[in-house]
């Protein structure tokens, strides 16, 4: 009697365990959080001091809170300067439009928005992507299509660039990238302080050999299932055990983030990989 009563005792612990998991698993896959990193550079003007970046990265027509107001209100207590994007805002397995440009609506309210494509973006018909792009420009985002900006303070300037998507490049404008790192390279138009949107952290030695200053990238998702002192177990394009899964990069003068993103595609759960908001802080 004694040895079923104590078997019943541990398969209540093990249903107890196992329900504790689900929701905390749950929890994790909308749990919101943001990070912060400040980035340092002798190439940034003085009147750029305390410039901060935040970066929304994959979201996937994912909308933590209503309509998303959790990551928009995360977003409104950072207090960006500018507010970049890059890429798969949408997902071309179950794409909704309205959730990516009612976003952007938003966001431009808080601060300039800035946009590149991601792979997601690419897979969409040219009639599709030219709608979302419409709306996304009508509601006041800077889309950068391999294109630059100069943002300027007191007669001073740093350069914000955007590489589309090489499968984007190729699906809907017939590009296909060569010598990757002069095409970075050309896409500046003059020198100072470079930060490079592109979607694709496996790239990173061609930024390097570009000499871009700040590379803010996603695509990996954090490598979706992290673990303690391994990192991300997969991400798309570069396989099991990603090397640019997530967070800071430092090779020469890059620096390239890697944000975990927001939202989730072809697996639906993440573990132990919280949805993050990037903010980058500029200081010589």
């Known amino acids: 009697m004694r040895e079923m009563k104590k078997g019943r005792n541990i398969g209540w612990i093990l249903l107890a365990a196992v329900i504790v998991f689900a929701i905390w698993v749950a929890w994790g896959n909308t749990a919101l959080e943001i990070n912060e990193y400040e980035i340092k550079s002798e ?6 001091e305390g410039f901060r970046i935040a970066q929304i990265s994959d979201l996937h027509n994912e909308q933590i809170g209503e309509d998303n107001e959790k990551l ?15 890429g798969d805002m949408i997902d071309s397995r179950r794409t909704d439009i309205e959730v990516a440009t009612h976003f952007a609506e938003q966001a431009v309210k808080i601060a300039p928005c800035y946009y590149v494509t991601g792979n997601h973006e690419a897979r969409l018909s040219e009639e599709a992507y030219s709608k979302f792009e419409k709306e996304m420009e009508e509601n006041g985002v800077i889309v950068l ?12 300037h740093i350069s914000i660039a955007g590489m589309d998507d090489p499968s984007y490049a190729s699906n809907h404008s017939g590009i296909r990238y060569s010598n990757l790192s002069n095409h970075i390279m050309e896409l500046y138009s003059e020198d100072g302080y470079h930060v490079l949107l592109s979607h694709r952290p496996e790239l990173f030695k061609n930024y390097v050999e570009a000499e871009v200053d700040l590379v803010l990238s996603g695509h990996a998702h954090g490598g979706q299932f992290r673990f303690p002192f391994i990192g991300g177990m997969i991400a798309p394009n570069q396989g099991f055990f990603p090397k640019y899964d997530a967070g800071l990069f430092t090779e020469d003068t890059t620096n390239m983030i ?9 697996f639906p759960l993440r573990f132990n990989n919280r949805p993050e908001v990037v903010v980058v802080e500029l200081r010589r």
């Open 43 to 48: 190439h940034l003007p003085e009147c750029f």
């Open 72 to 86: 928009l209100d995360m977003l409104q207590k950072a207090a960006p300067d500018i507010i970049v994007i890059t």
């Open 145 to 156: 299509h391999n294109a630059e900006v100069l943002i300027e303070r007191e007669g001073e």
């Open 258 to 266: 890697v944000s975990r993103g927001i939202g989730n595609s072809l």
